[in-house]
């Protein structure tokens, strides 16, 4: 099959013998998988609607219109894209014995988890910088992180993470793909799809691993470091009650960037065979659905200002239905 490169939209000038990739069940037992499935179903339910309460409300209520509010609602717009990729095709393979997607498909559910996990570790990046600047310069916040800069902020951001997609996608792209097309995960990730090629794969290793640098590494740096100087600066404050308000700030985004880089770096430094494939996709399954899952409620939905939004949005909505 003639692959058309689905990033630059150019022909392809070799041929490909997989024109379908074939995905592996979870388990065999069928009640377990109806029983994952359920619950699977009910978490995506619950992420899609409670990032669809978030967004609107976020923009709708003037009091949240603010750098702490603004990043969140960005992170419910990513947490969209990458549930919506990957969870309707997982739950597909915990109801039917054998589950395929077409070659074209794979690549851009590919370009979209690359996509989606990019501007995550970005976005908690940026998010971790206004937390410090928050708490450590309190009283020049206001001026440095106003509302140009954070456009600023999400522009770069999302430009970058579209580039990394691109690069990573271009060069899957350039694979021959003639052997084996089977799966043993449930989204097309990049390992997987490597140990599918029949071609040298040297080149796009390297691309992967130079780019974890600028999207994993660097990131994780600049996190580490704001929250070592937000601790300091925490511990510095006299009052309890001033120490505990300025903790809770920070520990809803601690609890996201632990589970989310935690998992993730297991996930890529622990080897792919044997026993601990069935590892590798529990820990897939945390970073891709579990984190976007408690996103809402770790953010949003336990922040008061946030559940008085909510409140006065469901009042004026419960006016406006009486006016009729």
């Known amino acids: 099959m003639a692959v058309r ?6 022909q392809a000038t070799y041929k490909n013998n997989v024109t379908t990739i074939f995905f592996v ?51 419910s717009i990513n947490d969209i894209i990458l549930t919506t990729d990957i969870a309707p095709n997982m739950l597909n393979i915990l109801l039917h014995d054998q589950t395929f997607i077409y070659f074209s498909s794979c690549i851009a559910q590919f370009y979209f988890f690359c996509f989606s996990e990019t501007f995550e570790c970005l976005l908690l990046m940026v998010m971790s910088y206004d937390r410090y600047l928050a708490i450590c ?26 580039l990394v997609g691109f690069i990573v996608t271009h060069g899957m792209c350039q694979l021959q793909f003639c052997g084996p097309n089977t799966i043993h ?9 490597m140990e599918l090629s029949c071609s040298d794969v040297s080149i796009i290793e390297m691309e992967a691993t130079l780019l974890c640098i600028p999207v994993l590494a660097f990131p994780l740096c600049v996190i580490v470091g704001s929250y070592t100087r937000v601790v300091l600066a925490i511990l510095k404050i006299s009052s309890v009650s001033g120490r505990q308000k300025s903790f809770s700030t920070c520990s809803s985004h601690l609890t996201v960037v632990f589970i989310f880089y935690g998992t993730l770096i297991a996930m890529y430094a622990l080897p792919n065979e044997g026993q601990l494939d069935h590892i590798s996709k529990i820990l897939a399954l945390l970073y891709t659905v579990f984190t976007p899952f408690l996103n809402p409620f770790i953010y949003s939905l336990r922040n008061k200002d946030i559940k008085e939004a909510l409140r006065l949005a469901v009042y004026h909505f419960g006016a406006y239905l009486q006016c009729f």
Not at 5 to 10: A, C, N
Not at 185 to 193: A, E, K
Request: proline residues 5%.
């Open 137 to 162: 310069s309190p009283l020049h916040y206001a001026s440095i992180m106003n509302h140009a800069l954070c456009i600023k902020f999400i522009l770069a951001t999302w430009s970058l993470n579209c």
């Open 25 to 75: 069940r979870f388990y065999n037992g069928k009640n377990l998988n109806i029983l994952l499935f359920t619950l699977l179903l009910m978490m995506y339910i619950v992420t899609i609607c409670g990032h669809l309460l978030i967004i609107p409300l976020l923009a709708y209520s003037k009091t949240l219109h603010s750098p702490m509010y603004f990043f969140p609602s960005q992170l």
């Open 5 to 10: 490169d689905l990033v630059g939209g150019t």
């Open 185 to 193: 995960h449930f989204y097309c990730d990049l390992n997987p799809l």
